[in-house]
Nanobody
């Protein structure tokens, strides 16, 4: 089964930045991908995704601070996170959107202390 691999998380102070990476198998369409976040004691929700027409979408809470991007050559999807806030704390995962079509990876933990 295909499993996605996320990396790049860590502990960062409020206002800091991180760039998350997601390594994809070669047969996944990158323009179907999204980043999800599972905050402590909450369900996993999407925060950013490709619309499939070259555009991207962000939930209101991360708009203007997060940027999803891709590298077709390397089969990578990234999430640049700037001006991080304590409410961004959680485990971040990549998967297809709107339906998570692949086995969830381990995710990568992002912690922003309050």
């Amino acid at each position: 089964q295909v499993q996605l691999v996320e990396s790049g998380g860590g502990l960062v102070q409020a206002g800091g930045s991180l760039r998350l990476s997601c390594l994809l198998p070669g047969n996944i369409r990158i323009d179907t991908m999204g980043w999800y976040r599972q905050a402590p004691e909450k369900e996993r929700d999407v925060v950013a995704y490709f619309l499939g027409d070259g555009n991207t979408h962000y939930v209101d809470s991360v708009k203007g601070r997060f940027t999803i991007s891709e590298d077709n050559v390397k089969n990578m999807v990234y999430l640049q996170m700037n001006n991080l806030k304590p409410e961004d704390t959680g485990i971040y995962y990549c998967n297809t959107y709107p339906a998570a079509g692949y086995l969830w990876g381990q995710g990568t933990q992002v912690t922003v202390p309050s």
